[in-house]
């Protein structure tokens, strides 16, 4: 396991925009799948976006195609979760996740696949 610190969560309008950045405490970043999931009140965690070992291959959730970018950078450990055209529906707590073991070559989409967690970040969108 991995420790892993997000930031970047905040309050927005509809419409606006925020990054997400997720700090990893470990030297083989660039050997992990990472993820963002998102939980909003009273509902099931869910899958956001995820992302390779080298940032080739993302996949996102049908609700924010074309709206948020995943992204890494290995030389800081660090995973992205750019959020543009917020919509009042994309509040949630957002969590970063970590695949530390197994092929990394393709991204995962199942919580179960990942085994390392942050606390993570709320994101507010008013309308």
């Known amino acids: 396991q991995v420790q892993l610190v997000e930031s970047g969560g905040g309050l927005v309008q509809a419409g606006g925009s925020l990054r997400l950045s997720c700090a990893a405490s470990?030297?083989?970043?660039?050997?992990?799948?990472m993820g963002w999931f998102r939980q909003a009140p009273g509902k099931e965690r869910e899958l956001v976006a995820a992302?390779?070992?080298?940032?080739?291959?993302?996949v996102y959730a049908d609700s924010v195609k074309g709206r948020f970018t995943i992204s890494r950078e290995n030389a800081k450990n660090t995973v992205y979760l750019q959020m543009n055209s917020l919509k009042p529906e994309d509040t949630a707590v957002y969590y970063c996740a970590a695949r530390t073991s197994g092929t990394p070559y393709v991204p995962y989409l199942r919580m179960s696949d990942y085994d390392s967690w942050g606390q993570g970040t709320q994101v507010t969108v008013s309308s």
């Open positions: 470990t030297r083989t970043f660039s050997d992990y799948n």
């Open positions: 992302i390779n070992w080298s940032g080739s291959r993302t």
